[in-house]
């Protein structure tokens, strides 16, 4: 499924760098602001070990990992929410996103020049997240303008509206972001059919740091304070080194993991904030296998069988019929898919099944 992720953050604290690491994508970083004009699109494997042990199993003609995939928007500066800094351009690109990660530097280097003179990770969260909030204020009241008119016609759902956005406009005017608004389902509807704001997508903070620190960050005072402010707000923070993943991303294999070991870590950055990101967004991975190919697909978290199966072909949702079903520590545990269905581990699903996190499944569908 294709959801989106924005890298965010102020010019400089290391987002192109940590882009470049991640998808090899070659955007541009240099030591001076504005460097990305442009959102760079990134698409990268999302790696699991359960999908190599499944093909290890099944010896298929291929291995198809699922995908992540990353945009790198340009850092955005004080008074980005009135266009300072190329800022009505870039609070374009972010709206077109799922999810937000906000990196934050948290690292100190005098020959890298920071925006506002210095590293404070407490000013880099409150700009960014104060444009972002000022961008939906402008939104909440100019559309609050016109239904004002709508509501005086005595428009029951004019008047609905007009009540909600004044809940919005008082929480984005106190300076907090619109997801801090407790918000029903028809509530999150009806914002979403009107208005696409910024601050309703969910935030993830990546805490960029020295090479030296990546694997003990306990006595980073910056990491200290961003994961502070980030609990408060009920987000989470990854720790990564972007100049680190840099040089993690040119090795395989066993080469690879022998680099994180020597480093005290057991997964790479970019392997946490797929993680992360996966939490954040409530994705979980489900599995096909066959002779010709073992896949990991993406899907929404309390996904039907139907739904899952359209992921793969909109036919496989039409014509579904049911869903041969077995949790993966079950295969694994029975060692094919022969002896799983012997011992009764296989089962056939209808289309009121909620697909968990690692099926294998084998859709039967009619069209």
Same mark, same amino acid.
């Given at each position: 499924?294709?959801?989106?992720? #924005?890298?965010?953050?102020?010019?400089?604290?290391?987002?192109?760098? %940590?882009?470049?690491?991640?998808?090899?994508?070659?955007?541009? $970083?240099?030591?001076?602001?504005?460097?990305?004009?442009?959102?760079?699109?990134?698409?990268?494997?999302?790696?699991?070990?359960?999908?190599?042990?499944? +093909?290890?199993?099944?010896?298929?003609?291929?291995?198809? !990992?699922?995908?992540?995939?990353?945009?790198?928007?340009?850092?955005?500066?004080?008074?980005?929410?009135?266009?300072?800094? =190329?800022?009505?351009?870039?609070?374009?690109?972010?709206?077109?996103?799922?999810?937000?990660?906000?990196?934050?530097?948290?690292?100190?280097?005098?020959?890298?020049?920071?925006?506002? #003179?210095?590293?404070? !990770?407490?000013?880099?969260?409150? @700009?960014?997240?104060?444009?972002?909030? %000022?961008?939906?204020?402008?939104?909440?009241?100019?559309?609050?303008?016109?239904?004002?008119?709508?509501?005086?016609?005595?428009?029951?759902? +004019?008047?609905?509206?007009? @009540?909600?956005?004044?809940?919005?406009?008082?929480? /984005?005017?106190?300076?907090?972001?619109?997801?801090? /608004?407790?918000?029903?389902?028809?509530?999150?509807?009806?914002?979403?059919?009107?208005?696409?704001?910024?601050? =309703?997508?969910?935030?993830?903070?990546?805490?960029?740091?020295?090479?030296?620190?990546? +694997?003990?960050?306990?006595?980073?005072?910056?990491?200290?304070?961003?994961?502070?402010?980030?609990?408060?707000? #009920?987000?989470?923070?990854?720790?990564?080194? +972007?100049?680190?993943?840099?040089?993690?991303?040119?090795?395989?294999?066993?080469?690879?993991?022998?680099?994180?070991?020597? /480093?005290? %870590? $057991?997964?790479?950055?970019?392997?946490?904030?797929?993680?992360?990101?996966?939490? /954040?967004?409530?994705?979980?991975?489900?599995?096909?296998?066959?002779?010709?190919?073992?896949?990991?697909?993406?899907?929404?978290?309390?996904?039907?069988?139907?739904?899952?199966?359209?992921?793969?072909?909109?036919?496989?949702?039409?014509?579904?019929?049911?869903?041969?079903?077995?949790?993966?520590?079950?295969?694994? &545990?029975?060692?094919?898919?022969?002896?799983?269905? &012997?011992?009764?581990?296989?089962?056939?699903?209808?289309?009121?099944?909620?697909?968990?996190?690692?099926?294998?499944?084998?859709?039967?569908?009619?069209?």
């Amino acid at each position: 499924m294709a959801l989106t992720t #924005g890298i965010v953050g102020l010019p400089n604290v290391g987002k192109s760098t %940590l882009f470049n690491a991640i998808t090899r994508a070659g955007a541009e $970083s240099a030591n001076y602001p504005f460097c990305t004009i442009d959102p760079n699109v990134g698409v990268v494997d999302v790696q699991d070990q359960r999908l190599d042990e499944l +093909a290890e199993m099944v010896n298929p003609q291929r291995v198809i !990992p699922t995908s992540f995939q990353f945009t790198d928007i340009a850092g955005l500066v004080k008074g980005a929410s009135k266009g300072e800094g =190329l800022g009505n351009q870039f609070l374009a690109h972010i709206r077109e996103v799922d999810a937000i990660i906000h990196v934050v530097r948290c690292f100190e280097d005098e020959n890298i020049t920071h925006v506002s #003179g210095q590293v404070d !990770p407490l000013s880099d969260m409150e @700009t960014i997240n104060l444009e972002l909030v %000022l961008a939906d204020l402008e939104t909440v009241e100019r559309r609050l303008e016109r239904i004002t008119r709508q509501k005086k016609s005595g428009d029951a759902q +004019a008047i609905k509206e007009h @009540t909600l956005l004044s809940r919005l406009q008082e929480v /984005l005017a106190e300076g907090r972001p619109a997801r801090s /608004l407790d918000l029903d389902e028809d509530e999150r509807r009806m914002i979403d059919r009107s208005l696409n704001l910024l601050t =309703l997508k969910k935030m993830l903070y990546a805490a960029n740091v020295s090479e030296d620190d990546v +694997a003990d960050t306990d006595d980073n005072p910056h990491v200290k304070a961003l994961k502070r402010q980030a609990a408060s707000e #009920g987000a989470e923070v990854v720790t990564i080194s +972007a100049q680190l993943e840099a040089e993690i991303v040119e090795l395989e294999g066993e080469e690879r993991q022998q680099f994180l070991e020597d /480093l005290g %870590l $057991s997964s790479s950055g970019l392997d946490r904030l797929v993680e992360a990101a996966y939490r /954040l967004l409530g994705l979980i991975t489900y599995f096909t296998a066959g002779e010709k190919e073992v896949r990991a697909w993406t899907i929404r978290e309390g996904t039907r069988a139907p739904q899952a199966a359209g992921v793969i072909h909109s036919d496989f949702e039409r014509g579904f019929i049911r869903a041969e079903v077995v949790g993966y520590n079950d295969l694994m &545990e029975a060692g094919s898919m022969a002896v799983a269905r &012997e011992k009764g581990l296989l089962r056939s699903e209808g289309k009121d099944y909620v697909v968990k996190d690692g099926d294998v499944v084998h859709f039967r569908f009619n069209v």
